[in-house]
């Protein structure tokens, strides 16, 4: 399966997405990468689909998944981006990407994942779009150390719901990046693409794998992020679509 599983939503307002759900390979293509890399963050957001499916089951809201792993083709990437289709990942060799069809699997995948975000966005006009991710504790390579955060908030130009859910974050005592464990700035393309381009409120939500990799946390995580969200969608809403 290479189509993006959506579900549908009783409740309007929030639209989640999960760009790094999947960890799947489609038959055709051979990365040439010993398997167990697979399970690793350089394939998928660890934790992160079934987060984002017990929020939408609690919200009642609609939720997009990607099918397909980030080493195949990363779609919270541009289509020129470097890194669409890595060749080498926190130190991994991804030697089947080196001369792949760029073209093709953007037709194959990332055109039609981003068609049918785009076409959730008319039908559902949120309030919010919340993308959720995931990251790892520490990367395999360089010498940055442990990552400190529980949680992280990335935006790029919109702030409105990523400030506020800083301080609603940091409020519950999580430990909470402000543009970190990365910056919006710089990866933030699905929700550029699909949030700001379109006036809508937008914010992706990183949540430390490891907290998240049992279903455990995701249920924590749930009941954390559920309410704020809730509280985001909220207040936007009172202060109307081109609020800033």
């Known amino acids: 399966m290479s189509a993006p599983i959506i579900l549908d939503g009783k409740s309007g307002g929030i639209l989640l997405i999960c760009d790094h759900a999947s960890d799947a390979v489609p038959p055709g293509i051979d990365l040439g990468i010993d ?12 934790g992160a ?46 030697p089947g990407n080196v001369a792949a069809d760029r073209t093709a699997r953007i037709a194959r995948f990332h055109a039609p994942y981003h068609r049918a975000l785009a076409q959730l966005v008319r ?75 379109n006036g809508i409120a937008s914010l992706a939500i990183e949540i430390r794998n490891d907290e998240i990799a049992h279903a455990a946390g995701v249920r924590k995580w749930a009941e954390i992020l559920g309410p704020m969200l809730e509280t985001l969608r909220n207040r936007l809403a009172s202060k109307g679509p081109l609020a800033t």
Not at 69 to 79: E, G, K, N, T, Y
Not at 148 to 166: F, H, K, M, S
């Open 35 to 46: 398997a167990a890399l697979l399970g690793k963050h350089i394939a998928i957001d660890i």
């Open 123 to 197: 039908q559902y006009r949120p309030t919010l779009l919340a993308s959720i991710h995931s990251f790892t504790p520490e990367l395999e390579q360089g010498s940055a150390g442990r990552r400190p955060w529980e949680a992280g908030i990335l935006y790029n130009r919109d702030t409105r719901a990523a400030r506020l859910a800083v301080d609603l974050l940091r409020d519950a005592g999580v430990t909470t990046g402000d543009n970190e464990p990365y910056s919006g700035r710089i990866l933030n393309a699905t929700l550029n693409r699909h949030g700001e381009a």
């Open 49 to 94: 689909a079934p987060l984002t499916e017990a929020l939408a089951a609690d919200l009642g809201v609609p939720a997009i998944f990607a099918t397909v792993s980030r080493l195949v083709i990363d779609l919270h990437r541009q289509p020129d981006h470097p890194s669409l289709m890595p060749t080498i990942s926190d130190g991994h060799a991804i």
